[in-house]
């Protein structure tokens, strides 16, 4: 990420060994030529480092209103009131709060994450910001760790790109959908010069709907009026695999 403070790559998680085995003939391992890849390779792309929780301020920063437009996504996402939404990859909570104002208190928000550190942010921010409807969950590297068939909205920002078991973690968030339950990939636009973040934190809507489609996803539709990120939509249909 171009704009994001170098510390912020000296504090990606230096997770436990990604060697790939024989087991998972869905990645391969080949030698990282970016300092922000690992190196691990899933459709053709590198998974990007998972932002480590030192870095947390960043996600909080005033500008970020102004630069990516969090009003946007919310009015892309279509939230309604009761709604059960999960907010993968929480981080400190900065978009779980606003999903829980829509959803409202008949409503509940899962906000998922991998780091612990991560978690107790978010739940001091929930307390300074008196909301009372978001429900932290320590997810793992494979399983988002949420109620099967219960969910209405999976929302994913700034997230899947460094998953380092997409497939898995994709498998466990369309299990926890309900039929028709919805999916949005929040991504940085890939290839548009005018965003100010590096490569392997980018995807391309083409890249997602390849990845999707492994997963018996829907197309609903794609949201590009936010400055710098897409917002792709899917909606569950039948089995979960094709
Ligand atoms: C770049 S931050 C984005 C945070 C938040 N979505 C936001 O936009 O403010 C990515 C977050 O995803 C988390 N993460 C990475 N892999 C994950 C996984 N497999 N499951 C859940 N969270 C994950 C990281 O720990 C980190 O907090």
């Known amino acids: 990420m171009q704009n994001l403070p170098a510390l912020l790559l000296a504090f990606a998680l230096a997770l436990p060994s990604n060697s790939v085995r024989a087991d998972e003939p869905r990645y391969e391992q080949l030698r990282s030529v970016n300092a922000e890849g690992i190196g691990k390779f899933y459709m053709g792309r590198e998974i990007a480092h998972v932002m480590g929780h030192p870095a947390a301020d960043w996600l909080e920063r005033p500008e970020r209103e102004r630069e990516e437009r969090p009003d946007l996504l919310l009015a892309a996402l279509e939230l309604q009131p009761g709604m059960k939404v999960a907010d993968i990859g929480a981080g400190t909570g900065y978009h779980s709060r606003r ?14 994450d991998i780091q612990p550190e991560m978690l107790q942010l978010l739940e001091q921010n929930m ?3 008196s909301v009372r409807n978001v429900r932290p ?6 399983d988002a760790k949420l109620p099967a068939s219960q969910i209405d909205l999976v929302v994913m920002v700034d997230v899947y790109h460094e998953f380092e078991f997409p ?10 959908l309900k039929p028709g339950g919805r999916i949005a990939f929040v991504e940085f636009k890939a290839g548009d010069r005018s965003v100010p973040i590096r490569p392997l934190h980018t995807m ?3 890249q997602i709907r390849k990845e999707a489609g492994a997963f ?4 609903v539709k794609t949201v590009s009026t936010l400055p710098w990120q897409h917002v792709v939509i899917f909606a569950k249909v039948g089995d979960q695999r094709k």
């Open 99 to 112: 999903f829980a104002q829509l959803v409202g208190e008949q409503g509940t928000v899962y906000a998922v």
């Open 127 to 129: 307390t300074s910001y």
């Open 137 to 142: 969950v320590l997810g793992d590297i494979k």
């Open 167 to 176: 497939y898995e973690m994709m498998e466990s968030i369309v299990r926890a």
């Open 204 to 206: 391309s809507e083409m």
């Open 216 to 219: 018996a996803l829907q197309w």
